[in-house]
T-cell receptor
Framework: AQSVTQLGSHVSVSEGALVLLRCNYSSSVPPYLFWYVQYPNQGLQLLLKYTSAATLVKGINGFEAEFKKSETSFHLTKPSAHMSDAAEYFCAVSEGNPGGYQKVTFGIGTKLQVIP | DVKVTQSSRYLVKRTGEKVFLECVQDMDHENMFWYRQDPGLGLRLIYFSYDVKMKEKGDIPEGYSVSREKKERFSLILESASTNQTSMYLC????????????????FGPGTRLTVL
């Protein structure tokens, strides 16, 4: 069974500081991994995804994440936080299902606050 | 530009009412999903559909039903609304056509915030 753990439901960083949002997963097969972002009063938007190609994945808005199989982690980083990064971030995992439905399991989310 | 729309952004209903939440996507996606989002619980899957008239229960289907008569439209029905169904409801869709990578990005609507009094 697949699962996702996001460490820290709230994270605060200063503007210009490094953003690090942690995600650990559990999966019985090689997983597909996602980070989504949700801005206030909006739906979720895909930031980036890992598809078993490169382990370092670059996404939109300067975010990137590194897949580390030995640590079962997929942490999200951004070198320099911007005020517009304030949002809720969700990590998600999928085990895939060839030719069929692919169930996605979401973490509980991490709210990022950026302090001026 | 891909688009998933939901019929209402905010909805207030009374206990016992029958509630319909509508979702429409214009991307010709096969899969459609209904989630509810609650603080501290993340997104939980209620129902999904992989084809017209096909539906599967998710993790928390109790108290809900769904309808998919057309490919682009997926409706969530609360047969008799209760206060514990007060939540944010998110609809999403995905395609099965990316078979090479088998990775199906989900596209989300803006959500419907339902309050049951």
């Amino acid at each position: 069974a697949q699962s996702v753990t996001q460490l820290g439901s709230h994270v605060s960083v200063s503007e210009g500081a490094l953003v690090l949002l942690r995600c650990n997963y559990s999966s019985s097969v090689p997983p597909y991994l996602f980070w989504y972002v949700q801005y206030p009063n909006q739906g979720l938007q895909l930031l980036l995804k890992y598809t078993s190609a490169a382990t370092l994945v670059k996404g939109i808005n300067g975010f990137e994440a590194e897949f580390k199989k030995s640590e079962t982690s997929f942490h999200l980083t951004k070198p320099s936080a911007h005020m517009s990064d304030a949002a809720e971030y969700f990590c998600a995992v999928s085990e895939g299902n060839p030719g069929g439905y692919q169930k996605v399991t979401f973490g509980i989310g991490t709210k990022l606050q950026v302090i001026p | 530009d891909v688009k998933v729309t939901q019929s209402s952004r905010y909805l207030v209903k009374r206990t016992g009412e029958k509630v319909f939440l509508e979702c429409v996507q214009d991307m010709d996606h096969e899969n459609m999903f209904w989630y509810r989002q609650d603080p501290g619980l993340g997104l939980r899957l209620i129902y999904f559909s992989y084809d017209v008239k096909m539906k599967e229960k998710g993790d928390i289907p109790e108290g809900y039903s769904v309808s998919r008569e057309k490919k682009e439209r997926f409706s969530l029905i609360l047969e008799s609304a209760s206060t514990n169904q007060t939540s944010m409801y998110l609809c999403a869709s995905s395609s099965v056509r990316e078979r090479r990578e088998m990775v199906y990005e989900q596209f989300f609507g803006p959500g419907t915030r339902l309050t049951v009094l």
